[in-house]
């Protein structure tokens, strides 16, 4: 009984302070004043000024991914965001004088090394003899070569949460500095800009390798969604994985990787995000003074290719060894749609936490899936939303793939009730105040938005979350979730030469 008393008022606490939250959230809609300033390079700088903390959230994002890769060299993108880390021309080596011969030198024995490897009649003694000749070069560069020397000054100076990724619509550079080092940080990132060295290029194309082998190839459930996307997107680049397809990284070329960096790393195709303790003007006469020299490029080419409408249900398996796995997608507009916030609703109507449809249904219910998941693809073109499954055996994917189309069936007849919907509502404007708590968290989104869209998203989404009517789910699900717009995959084991589902 004691338990029992000391448990019911934190009870109420967390429920009064639940409902003051979400009173605050209603009666102050949240709203961001971020100033924006456009160097004359085309460079663009979104500030938002927040002194609780001698810190300043750095982010510079390049608006350009997987999507705008093509056939050939995929995953460069990728690639060069792990080549960015590699230093300048004065950081990350000993001589940069002795070194440039030396990276010209091997970048000219790849190339005869490769023209030798692909003739009909190969000489063996010839290709001995560049293999050992590049290996000596090598050596030689491994000499000159300074270690991670971004990283450990950033460190030694209080960086922390330094870090880069790579979408399918932009690449994104991350950086959490004191604000005393703001002029560091100005320095270091402009000569990443203007005086990058392509150094340990062919080592670090191996990496990539062995991520894209951990990542998808020995990966049940990545092997499925390559798969899933290469088939649901049959025009559209968002077809083709991040990572890149295997064959286009063992082969692209130092040069190849340097001209898509000059086509689409320059600075009017960036973005400076600055969230903390700094004046924004002080900000930008330091920008203005390390970055507005480097020049202007043509503006890069954009994505034409439009994916068509979808003609019929598509069906993949996919064999591996492995339990079983199975994936639906259906095509969906991008952000700037107005179906979004609905088609957002709907997502986690179906899959947020213990008490969504999916899970009372298909894990607590009926007990047939260990794993049951909607999620919406939000994107600068349209995307897809998929649901992902693996069936709790002896229960196979074609019960699992049936209890999924039963609940979608479901919402296209019956709207979700009025306390479910707001409850989903209110799920959702937690989760996304909280991923705005912070400065980096700010940042982060900032310039995510930014790059897929614009970062008055931030602004207006709660207000159009809250507009989303019952209706609304049920026309959404009705116009996007049919049998027509959708393509399944399915992951099947195969044994004694037949696959098993």
């Keep these: 009984m004691a338990r029992t008393k000391r448990i019911i008022p934190f009870t109420i606490v967390n429920l009064l302070l639940t409902f003051l939250f979400l009173w605050e959230v209603h009666a102050n809609p949240l709203k961001i004043d971020v100033k924006e300033h456009v160097l004359k390079n085309g460079l663009k700088m979104l500030m938002l000024e ?63 090394l490769a023209l030798e490897t692909g003739r009909e009649t190969r000489d063996n003694k010839k290709i001995a003899a560049l293999e050992k000749e590049l290996e000596t070069t090598r050596e030689k560069l491994r000499d000159l070569i300074v270690k991670d020397e971004i990283f450990s000054l950033y460190l030694r100076h209080g960086a922390v949460g ?129 970055f507005g020299e480097i020049p202007r490029q043509p503006d890069p080419p954009r994505v034409k290719t439009l994916e068509p409408e979808q003609q019929g249900e598509r069906r993949i398996d996919v064999e591996f060894d492995s339990n079983p796995y199975m994936a639906i997608s259906y095509h969906i507009p991008g952000i700037s749609h107005s179906d979004i916030y609905a088609l957002d609703v709907l997502s986690s109507l179906l899959s947020e936490g213990r008490t969504s449809r999916l899970y009372k249904s298909m894990i607590e219910g009926k007990r047939i899936a260990v794993m049951a998941n909607a999620g919406i693809g ?36 019956k709207p979700p009730s009025d306390w479910e919907l707001q409850k989903i509502k209110n799920q959702l404007e937690a989760s996304f105040i909280r991923s705005l708590d912070s400065a980096s968290g700010l940042a982060s989104q900032i310039g995510h938005y930014e790059i897929i869209s614009d970062w008055r998203y931030i602004n207006t989404f709660l207000e159009k979350v809250g507009e989303v009517t019952a209706s609304d789910v049920t026309r959404v699900a009705n116009k996007y979730l049919n049998k027509r717009n959708r393509t399944v995959a399915v992951l099947v084991k195969k044994e004694n030469g037949e696959s098993v589902k």
């Design 378 to 413: 939000v994107g600068r073109f349209p995307e897809t939303f998929t649901f992902y499954a693996a069936p709790r055996a002896p229960h196979t994917v074609e019960e699992v793939e049936e209890a999924f189309y039963e609940e979608i069936e479901l919402l296209k007849t």
């Design 50 to 112: 927040k002194h609780d903390a001698p810190i300043v959230c750095l982010r510079i994002n390049f608006r350009v991914g997987s999507v705008d890769e093509r056939p050939g060299i995929t995953g460069v993108s990728h690639l060069f965001e792990h080549m960015m880390f590699k230093g300048t021309k004065i950081f990350g080596t000993k001589d940069y004088a002795a070194e440039k011969p030396l990276l010209e030198k091997e970048e000219a024995l790849v190339g005869e």
């Design 162 to 290: 330094l870090n880069a990724a790579t979408s399918s619509d932009g690449t994104f550079y991350i950086c959490n500095i004191p604000s005393n080092k703001l002029e560091l940080w100005a320095f270091v990132e402009s000569d990443r800009m203007k005086n990058r060295v392509l150094r340990e290029f062919y080592s670090e194309r191996d990496v990539v390798m062995e991520e894209r082998r951990l990542r998808t190839e020995t990966s049940p459930f990545g092997a499925l969604i390559e798969q899933l996307n290469a088939v649901t997107f049959i025009a559209h680049p968002y077809r083709w994985p991040t990572i890149g397809w295997r064959s286009d990284i063992q082969n692209v070329t130092k040069a190849e990787t340097a001209e898509y960096f000059e086509r689409y790393y320059s600075p009017n195709n960036a973005i400076i995000v600055m969230v903390g303790d700094f004046q924004a003007e002080e900000a930008i006469k330091l920008v203005e003074k390390y």
